[in-house]
T-cell receptor, first 112, second 114 residues
Framework: NAGVTQTPKFRILKIGQSMTLQCTQD?????MYWYRQDPGMGLKLIYY???????DKGEVPNGYNVSRSTTEDFPLRLELAAPSQTSVYFC???????????FGPGTRLLVL | GQQLNQSPQSMFIQEGEDVSMNCTSS?????WLWYKQDPGEGPVLLIA?????ELTSNGRLTAQFGITRKDSFLNISASIPSDVGIYFC??????????????FGKGTHLIIQP
């Protein structure tokens, strides 16, 4: 059972570089989410999507972009990496109308 | 935005002891969720609560949705070593229709001494 998968597991970026964090789910869930988790903190919502072609901002969207061209994939794009974006990024998905969110294993990002 | 206060921040207990942690909110929630996160992993759902006053168990875990809709607690009975981890409460407010994600507490770090 794959569930929610994320790649890469770990990445080091230089300030100003760009990268895409990949997220894929095989549960046919309409809702997908991106969170970031800073040390000693809970998760904060970056962006979410209620279905293919539809995305919206969460609590902390600045510096990020997303797209949702398919139900399965929800990539997160960092265009100009900054040290403040050093964090652990979690992707999650949930069925339509269900509050249970299933999380991926996370991507650890270090920006130097 | 909505705020969740989770306490305690950390707990050091002996194996076999019972554990209690709670979350309080500055606003009303219509759903409370409790997650556990192991090192290097994503959060895993333990218990979901959907009604004020609801009391739900999952094995040795019991959680309750507060009557005021502004709090929830999680109890773990007879702790064992595999209970070690970070426990997060999460809630969904009255708006958003379920699409706008969850608000998370900062977590309770549970450490068990054998």
């Amino acid at each position: 059972n794959a569930g929610v998968t994320q790649t890469p597991k770990f990445r080091i970026l230089k300030i100003g570089q760009s990268m895409t964090l990949q997220c894929t789910q095989d549960m046919n869930h309409n809702y997908m989410y991106w969170y970031r988790q800073d040390p000693g903190m809970g998760l904060k919502l970056i962006y979410y999507s209620v279905g293919a072609g539809i995305t919206d901002k969460g609590e902390v969207p600045n510096g990020y972009n997303v797209s949702r061209s398919t139900t399965e994939d929800f990539p997160l794009r960092l265009e100009l990496a900054a040290p403040s974006q050093t964090s652990v990024y979690f992707c999650a998905s949930s069925p339509l109308g269900d509050t249970t969110q299933y999380f991926g294993p996370g991507t650890r990002l270090l920006v130097l | 935005g909505q705020q969740l206060n989770q306490s305690p921040q950390s707990m050091f207990i002996q194996e076999g002891e019972d554990v209690s942690m709670n979350c309080t909110s500055s606003s009303i929630f219509n759903t409370w969720l409790w997650y556990k996160q192991d090192p290097g992993e994503g959060p895993v759902l333990l218990i979901a609560l959907y009604k004020a006053g609801e009391l739900t168990s999952n094995g040795r875990l019991t959680a309750q949705f507060g009557i005021t809709r502004k709090d929830s607690f999680l109890n773990i009975s007879a702790s064992i070593p595999s209970d070690v981890g970070i426990y997060f409460c999460a809630g969904r407010g009255m708006t958003g229709g379920g699409a706008d994600g969850l608000t998370f507490g900062k977590g309770t770090h549970l450490i068990i001494q054998p």
